[in-house]
């Protein structure tokens, strides 16, 4: 699996940005999506996760309520609408998938990364 992402800028406090994952090179329903997010000199964070089926979605706490994680299967596309940016949620955002409909919160467990996209929430 290939994950292109996109969508990360420079955002002020309160607002709200889209983040785009790209998917290509096996069926998009038989692996889970996740969002991670990795912020200066601190472990790589659980953001959300989409399962390839039945699209059950799973949140971490400090943006649930605030971000939505959706996919589009005709565009093999996973989206994170993050709104009611806070400058902690300030980091490199990631794309992640993982073969099978079970989904882990864990990063480790996830086989395909994609590069990254900085979003910066400024106060």
């Known amino acids: 699996v290939q994950l292109q992402t996109s969508g990360g800028g420079l955002v002020q406090a309160g607002g709200s940005l889209r983040l785009s994952c790209a998917a290509s090179g096996r069926t998009f329903n038989s692996v889970t999506l996740a969002w991670f997010r990795q912020g200066p000199g601190r472990e790589r964070e659980f953001v959300s996760f989409?399962?390839?089926?039945?699209?059950?979605?799973t949140y971490g706490a400090s943006v649930k309520g605030r971000f939505t994680i959706s996919k589009d299967n005709a565009k093999n596309t996973v989206y994170l609408q993050m709104n009611g940016l806070k400058p902690e949620d300030t980091a490199t955002y990631y794309c992640a998938a993982k073969r099978g409909l079970l989904g882990e919160r864990s990063p480790a467990v996830y086989e395909y990364w994609g590069q990254g996209t900085q979003v910066t929430v400024s106060s």
């Open positions: 989409i399962t390839g089926n039945s699209g059950i979605t």
